[in-house]
């Protein structure tokens, strides 16, 4: 590519000069679209007649059942018609729909925007968070949230303050000097904002020593895992070393916190599931996973989050026009779902990373053919869409739920993936408090119009979203077509 402009360079220099300024601040950027809101007074109970209910677990739907909702909880489940209506209970009719757990993105990023990487822009958090429910993801695992008030974010949607799924954070990456993702933002950034942003985002060690006081560090600040990056990006850049590696996890342990590893080849996987990791974020996307080496991978007994919507997204990277689903049009403007389709000349970005979406292009007949082999082998598959630049929030999850269906599992398989399987992970128990439509258990669902045991796109015909007990008030953008 050609050099850069120097406009390029002024209008990069300039959105960047705004990040910094903005750093920590919700208030910047322009306000995204309401998409969902409580409804002013919600009803003391809800009930839900005649709709049929996924059992996740089993993979079969139970046809025509009453479910009331108290609270926030799932208070009973009965026959179509055999529960009664009391007092000031909302009813609403669920015949033809399907109710299922809400979705649980295991790799979400509440504070990354989703447009073009040449247009670096601050988005509206609160906005991001109501477009993940909008789509139906009640709750997310957002492993690389750097900004200083994460955990405060967290703890506020928790309460309630602000509406949003609930998170799960792991606060600041840690990871090898000079390691992802220091050289993305110093290709983006000049100097005089790298300096200021680096020690923000990432925690850069190459030591056990310096492992162990990063842990510390993340441990003391209240995360609920920690992120350690095990990949080289771009190709020719640094990692984590192993000594470093394991310290960190040991550290993490000792914390009463899992770690888990952002990894890209076979030796990043062996290495961080050999180091005691409780599971891999990524699949091997570099390369095709050797048949002798699936059981090995498998023997370490951790989880997969195969992100497979975020390398397909940067492979088909200007390779032609972007197709946005139909949820994508509901929660973005048309103008941003277009912006992508066109670069400017002389990006840097593009320039320094051209190799790296190269790769990713050579790569992508391997990527479904590693999930289904791991999948056999008994490797079990959470489903992370790694919002970012091209993969929006919510949205994107239900690309990567079909991504992991093309790669072999069932559409009830891929859906648990989505629910009950990542519940048991976040919560590192066999009876977490949601993520399955039982009595007691949270009411965080989703209901859609037809079986998406029978077509996994029917998981995006969404008829309701209820958060808590509460049916939410979706409300689509104008680009949705509604």
Request: hydrophobic letters at 40%; a negative charge.
């Amino acid at each position: 590519m050609a050099s850069p402009t120097r406009s390029t360079w002024r209008r990069l220099t300039q959105r960047l000069g705004i990040a910094l300024l903005c750093l920590g601040s919700l208030s910047c950027g322009e306000k995204g679209p309401e998409l969902v809101r409580r409804p002013s007074s919600p009803p003391p109970a809800l009930l839900v007649r005649h709709v049929a209910i996924l059992d996740v677990e089993s993979g079969r739907v139970e046809p025509d059942r009453d479910l009331l909702l108290k609270g926030d909880r799932i208070a009973a489940i009965g026959l179509g018609g055999a529960l009664p209506v009391e007092r000031g209970t909302e009813v609403i009719d669920g015949a033809g729909a399907v109710v299922l757990p809400g979705l649980i993105d295991s790799h979400a990023h509440v504070t990354l925007h989703s447009g073009p990487v040449w247009e670096p822009a601050i988005p509206d958090v609160e906005a991001t968070l109501r477009a993940y429910l909008y789509a139906g993801v009640t709750t997310v695992l957002d492993p690389g949230d750097s900004s200083p008030d994460a955990l405060e974010r967290r703890d506020r949607v928790a309460r309630g303050d602000v509406l949003g799924p609930r998170i799960y954070s792991a606060g600041k990456l840690v990871t090898g000097p000079g390691g992802h993702p220091i050289p993305m933002i110093e290709a983006t950034a000049p100097w005089w904002l790298s300096w200021y942003i680096l020690p923000r985002v990432a925690a850069q060690v190459d030591s056990p020593e310096q492992a162990r006081e990063a842990v510390a560090a993340r441990a003391a600040e209240g995360v609920d895992f920690l992120k350690l990056v095990v990949d080289r990006i771009p190709e020719d850049g640094t990692r984590i070393d192993v000594a470093s590696l394991k310290a960190a996890v040991e550290a993490a342990r000792e914390h009463d916190l899992r770690a888990i590893a952002h990894i890209g080849n076979v030796r990043d996987a062996l290495d961080s599931g050999g180091a005691g990791v409780s599971a891999w974020v990524h699949a091997v996307y570099k390369e095709r996973i050797p048949d002798e080496t699936i059981g090995q991978l498998a023997s370490f007994g951790i989880p997969m989050v195969p992100t497979l919507a975020v390398w397909h997204s940067y492979a088909d990277l200007l390779m032609k026009p972007r197709q946005p689903t139909q949820l994508e049009r509901e929660i973005a403007s048309a103008e941003l779902l277009a912006s992508f389709d066109q670069a400017p000349e002389g990006l840097p970005l593009l320039d320094s990373f051209g190799p790296y979406l190269e790769m990713l292009r050579q790569q992508r007949p391997h990527w479904g053919d590693n999930v289904r082999r791991l999948r056999e082998a008994g490797v079990t598959m959470l489903a992370g869409s790694d919002t970012q630049s091209g993969v929006f929030p919510g949205a994107s999850l239900h690309r990567e739920i079909g991504l992991l269906h093309e790669a072999g599992l069932s559409p009830a398989e891929a859906i648990r993936a989505a629910t009950l399987d990542a519940a048991r992970f976040l919560t590192g128990g066999d009876e977490p408090s949601f993520g399955i439509v039982q009595v007691g258990k949270r009411a965080d669902l989703l209901i859609v119009n037809r079986d998406p045991t029978k077509d996994i796109d029917a998981l995006s015909d969404i008829r309701d979203v209820v958060l808590g007990g509460v049916r939410l008030i979706r409300t689509p953008i104008a680009a949705g077509g509604r």
